[in-house]
Structure formats: C-alpha cells, structure tokens
C-alpha cells in the first residue's frame, strides 16, 4: 500500500494553521459535526492552540503507527520503531500536551472525555458503519458497530467516575484490554471505508494519548484509581480500536514500505510543518512553544535519518564499496 497516497500523511495531518478537529470529522461525515476541542488551559494565540493541538495529534498518531510497524518488525527495526515510538509519544506529544495546558482538572479531564467518547458513540462511528454495510465492507461495518458500543460503555464508566468524584461513590474499575494483533495487511475494503478507518485510527491514537495524560494528572492528584480508569481505557483504544481498524486499513506492510512510509511523514515535519508552526509562533509572540516546534523539527530529522539508514541496511553492501587501484 502507498501510504503516501492515502491523504492522510502527517504533513497533511498536522497541516500548520490547519484547525485540527477538521481530522476527526472529515467532509462527508454525518452531520459534518466536528470532534469537540479538549479544553486547553494555555493562554496562547489562537494559532498556536491550533497548531500544538494537530501536533499532539500527529504525534499521537505517529506513536500508534510505529508502534503497529513494531509489531510486525524483525528484531534490529524493531529497536528502531520501539524508541522512535517512544520519542513520539514520551518527549514529542508530552511537550505539547504541557503547552497546550491539556490535562486540567480531574472533573474538567472527565468531562473532555465523556464528550469524546459520546462524538464518537453518536456522530462518528453509526454512519461509518452504516457506510461500510452499504458499499458491502461487511467485517469495517461489523468492527465499527462494536466499536461504537465500546465508546458508549467508555462515557458511561466515565460519567460514573465523575459522579463519584463530585457527589461520591467508587469510581468504576479500569475496562479489561483484550489485544488484537497487528499483522502485515493490505486493504480490501471501499475507498470511502478506508478514509473512515483512517479517521477513525486517528481519533483513536488521540484518545489512547490523551487519556494516559489523564492518567498521570489523577495519579498525581493521588487517585489511583481514576488514573487506573483512563489507563485502561486508553489501552483498548489503542490495543484493540487502532489496532483492529489498522488491520483492516492496511496499515503495516513490508518493511520498506513501512520505512518510506516514516522518512516521508518525517520529513515533511521537520521542513514543513514544524518549522512553520514556529514561525506562526514566533510571530504571535510565543516565543516558548516557537522553540518548541523548532527543537522538535530537529528530532524529525534524526528520525528521518535513522529510517533512511534503516532502509539502506535492508539492502547491505557486500565487500568493498570502491574499487581498489589496480597494481602497476
Ligand atoms: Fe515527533
Ligand atoms: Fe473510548
Ligand atoms: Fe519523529
């Protein structure tokens, strides 16, 4: 599969200036509702909202994506992926998410979540499923349906945690994860169903990041338990919603590909969109996160480095590359 070619390349995704809930909500879904915005705390230019709110969700992306190619790596590319995927999510999203002042409360975290969760249980998934019954992509329509029943258990847990945190009571236990393998696959299902697996792998990259940024705000707070809730959830978004959907999309595919796939997403971050994130920035006069968007340019093009290195290594050179001068 030419990844590239999906339009949804990271350069596409984190588009500078572009208003990120425009992800989430592509033209033609039903009801053409938008992905309600997490609250940010970060008093910022308008702009630079925008742009370090599609960066977390690139990154997040990005993570995911890796993570899935991981999966399916042998065991030096693995190592690659593995601490790529870490830089993404760890330093990358976590910077972000610090500026954009994502996590708040643990009452204004809930809430962010039940409207996610309800989006995605109402607006999102009934019409992909619908869509994907009606172009005959049986299995998408079927996954998208259980899916949607998940998020709705997803608000519900989430409902009753914040009720117990304001009025009282348990905050309920942490949903069981049961982890579907990411495999080499390529994608039979309709054009259309494809975009709304795409759409819907981003919304679920998101949310696994967002909520394990949750997790450590209740954890800090010291409820455990509520950071075991966002912990938990933020894992079936990931292990089994991404990882289903990716399967179905086909998202990992060989090795070079996987790898041409990452240069160009790399690249296009540390050229493109990072460095004009930082203008817009700079600009606006936030200096602090300009310079974020800059260092975080520079750590792309490391990455895209290391997988252009990567690629060369599929392909290994045998004996000596010049040849030597003849005697006279
Ligand atoms: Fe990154
Ligand atoms: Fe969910
Ligand atoms: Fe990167």
Redesign the pocket.
Known sequence: MDKTRTGWSRATAIGAGAVAVALLAPAGAAGAQSAPVPPAGANLNQATLSNLLAAMQG?SY?YAK?DAYRQVASRPLAGLWSR?AN??LRD?FAGFAAAYKLAGTNAANLQAAIAGENYETTLMYPPFAARAAAAGDKQAAQLFNEIAADEADHRDFFGQALAAITTGGSVPSAPTVQPVKIVVSTSNVSAQTKNDLLTAMHGEAFAHAKYLAYAQAARARGSARLAQLFTGTSNVELREHFAAEANLAGLAGSSRANLLD?VS??TA??TVIYPDAAQQAYQAGDRAVGNLFME?AH??A???TGFINALWSLVPIRGPMVKSPSPR
Do not use: I, N, P, S
């Open positions: 990154e990005a890796y790529t830089t993404e990358h990452a997403g790399e971050e540390a975080t750590d792309e490391r990455h895209a």
